[in-house]
């Protein structure tokens, strides 16, 4: 319950500070050009709000709303998912959005999607500068790397270590080289010390995506106690301690945590053996598993025996930085959006229990932070997709009215509006409803 809760509020949280800067975005512009902004909302207020005030000689109220599913900022004479359709049906005044130019409206409706593409720049800078840039040189893993049984059918074997995506040099492991491998041609590994050369094939993805399995995992590391979970647990029965090394299970040996986990996985709720090694000896501890197939302890991570680098950044220099991080985020993530649309790709669509264990489980600054970075990259990208009721779809209209120089009528506006909340709506229930499934499944 507790690991729900810490993930649950750096959501809420995290969704918040991403719609007001959004929704802020918007209500700048619109005040620069002297639009009227009748409210501005975090979430959503159908019936009542939980909270609102409106300043003294000002025309925009503010407030909090019930239903926490976004934000909002109404402006004046503009067709959104308020659907005021008195206030349209009345002549346009000279502070309302439809009695401004194209130019004009175009940049009240990009506002929010280029302040939060700004807002993800600035966070990856302050991360950089605060932080510094940790990560794992591939040349570290000694140990190599281990594979799913799809990518091990393509011709990778466990203990690979990741070299070339085609003639790139992947220098380190993280998420954009396994993106990097995924899409090659060709993929290049060491292999007990010698280049091995694997064709991969164009439906890779598909494949990962249709067997919900990984590409590859950092789990080729030993497997030492760094704690026990409590002297009920398992572990704490049989007397396991911190810095035991496990060195075989039920008499097979064990290299890595990679290998302990396979055994585990065959043994769930059983009596095994367990060897390990302390104080220059190996003694041998009797014990049940759990259901779930755990020991019931704290292994030392993969960076207590493969050593990060870290890459240090002054204020000035984060911003650069920051903004190249911020930039091949947006690429990667444009490049990952092509599989939304195949089979396999939509039963992966995700809502937000999704993206709420996307936050670690004890609450970690720099973990948030970026989460919230990439949210607000998502957020931008997805809010420009032409959707009518996004403000891509306000912004589509735009060009249109530009080009044929004469304005969809109101009636189609409101038409589209409608239409695109309904496919919005549609999108949220059908996401939110895997994540459900997948609840249940698992």
């Known amino acids: 319950m507790e690991t729900f809760l810490i993930k649950a509020l750096q959501l809420i949280l995290s969704l918040s500070i991403l719609v007001i800067v959004h929704e802020f975005g918007h209500f700048l512009f619109a005040r620069f050009f002297k639009v009227r902004v009748e409210k501005f909302y975090l979430f959503f207020d159908p019936w009542f709000s939980l909270f609102k005030f409106k300043p003294k000689n000002s025309d925009t109220e503010y407030g909090i709303g019930w239903l926490p599913l976004g934000g909002y900022c109404k402006i004046s004479g503009m067709i959104d998912e308020s659907m005021d359709k008195e206030q349209m049906a009345q002549p346009p005044k000279p502070y309302e959005f439809r009695s401004k130019s194209a130019g004009q409206r175009l940049l009240i409706m ?176 009797s014990l049940i598993t759990t259901e779930k197939g755990k020991l019931g302890v704290f292994v030392k991570s993969f960076d207590a025996f493969y050593p990060l680098e870290t890459k240090t950044y002054g204020f000035v220099e984060s911003f650069p930085a920051g903004i190249v991080l911020g930039v091949n985020t947006l690429k990667g993530y444009v490049s990952d959006m092509k599989y939304v649309f195949s089979k396999e790709g939509a039963s992966n669509l995700g809502g937000f229990g999704t993206i709420g264990n996307m936050f670690p489980a004890k609450w970690d600054w720099k973990r948030f932070w970026e989460q919230t970075a990439f949210l607000s990259i998502i957020l931008a990208f997805m809010n420009i997709l032409p959707i009518p009721a996004l403000d891509g779809g306000h912004v589509m209209f735009l060009l249109y009215e530009v080009i044929a120089r004469r304005k969809p009528s109101d009636k189609f506006l409101e038409y589209a509006q409608l239409t695109g909340m309904f496919i919005l709506l549609g999108l949220l229930l059908y996401a939110n409803g895997n994540d459900i499934l997948r609840m249940f499944s698992n």
């Open 110 to 285: 990009l506002g929010g999607v280029l302040f939060n593409f700004l807002l993800a720049l600035f966070i990856y800078s302050m991360v950089l500068f605060v932080w510094g840039e940790s990560y794992m040189p591939m040349k570290n893993l000694k140990m190599g790397l281990s594979f799913s049984e799809t990518v091990k059918n393509i011709g990778f074997q466990d203990g690979d270590i990741l070299y070339k995506a085609d003639d790139e040099v992947l220098e380190r492991y993280n998420s954009d080289a396994i993106r990097k491998a995924v899409n090659a041609k060709m993929v290049t590994v060491i292999r007990n010390g010698i280049e091995t050369v694997i064709s991969i094939p164009d439906d890779l993805m598909q494949r990962l995506m249709r067997d919900k399995a990984y590409f590859t995992s950092m789990d080729r590391f030993p497997m030492v106690v760094e704690s026990v979970e409590g002297d009920n647990s398992p572990a704490g029965k049989a007397g396991l301690q911190a810095n035991d090394s496990i060195v075989a299970l039920n008499g097979l040996s064990v290299l890595t945590f990679f290998d302990a986990t396979k055994i585990l996985e065959e043994n769930k709720n059983r009596q095994i053996e367990v060897s390990f090694y302390r104080g220059g000896t190996v003694q041998t501890r």
